[in-house]
């Protein structure tokens, strides 16, 4: 699986509405991964942030794509243990790990649904896995879609933007239970970081009034695994089932059933 191009991700992670979303979204990892335990936890992509810095897991690791190009202006793992792997390949055993977080990962993968599977894959029952996205239900997606008429896009050229609901039902099918979602960034997209403040109002405003049309938005979910249960006979007595059962006796022909009379 080849990953799409990532175009200018780098430049635009460094522009104002860039450092706008990753603020957000450093936020929201905080607060949900802070209160996840375990043994493991990954993140896969997206160095420019540390969305496993309010984690309390004994082992963690930073997982890159190395076919993907630039992954971001910085790295906010200088200590974390980092590793090249394939996303739809991870060298990893099955239900080995903990907690996943996937910041803007899906967007820019061919298959996005396989990522999935492989992270269900590793993660081991009851483990979290924590997706960020933009919204193409926003005035940032809006904007985006104006590209098809020859206008310059706001978001990182070629980003295959997914709805919630998608994903939601993506990570269903896979077994998860949704345990929280989260949209943010209501500012209208605005490249200057002057704009992006005057329009902070809105965060409020949006939270409260459309809390769906937010630029990002994040999904954190936990993997559910069915107990398998045999299904049989119940037995009232379980000694019965270990009492000998005598061989019947077959009666001499002629007799009807009386007991033969001895010869002698």
């Not at 990893?92 to 894959?121: A, K």
């Not at 992006?196 to 954190?220: H, N, T």
Request: some cysteine; hydrophobic content about 40%; glycine content about 8%.
């Amino acid at each position: 699986m080849s990953n799409r191009p990532i175009i200018d991700w780098e430049e635009w992670l460094a522009s104002p509405p860039g450092q706008y979303v990753l603020e957000w979204e450093s936020r929201q990892y905080d607060q949900v991964v802070a209160d996840i335990f375990g043994y493991h936890a990954v993140q896969m992509g997206l160095p420019a942030i540390d969305t496993l810095r309010e984690n309390r897991m004994p082992f963690s690791a930073l997982a890159l794509d190395g076919r993907a190009g630039p992954h971001g202006p910085r790295d906010a793992h200088p200590d974390a243990r980092q590793l090249l792997c394939r996303f739809d390949e991870l060298p990893f055993d099955t239900q080995s790990i903990d907690l996943v977080t996937l910041p803007h990962i899906l967007e820019f993968s061919e298959d996005p649904h396989e990522v999935l599977r492989e992270v269900s894959r590793v993660l081991m029952p009851e483990g979290r896995i924590v997706v960020t996205c933009f919204n193409p239900m926003s005035l940032w997606g809006a904007r985006q879609g104006l590209n098809r008429l020859g206008t310059l896009p706001f978001l990182p050229s070629d980003a295959q933007t997914m709805g919630f609901v998608r994903i939601k039902d993506w990570l269903k099918l896979l077994g998860f239970d949704i345990i929280r979602g989260r949209f943010g960034c209501y500012c209208p997209p605005y490249r200057t970081e002057r704009w992006l403040q005057r329009s902070a109002f809105m965060e409020k405003a949006g939270d409260r009034w459309w809390p769906i049309f937010g630029a990002v938005y994040m999904i954190s979910a936990v993997k559910r695994v069915k107990n398998i249960r045999l299904v049989g006979p119940a037995w009232k007595n379980p000694k019965s089932a270990l009492t000998p059962v005598s061989a019947p006796v077959a009666t001499p022909t002629g007799t009807h059933g009386k007991t033969p009379r001895d010869p002698r």
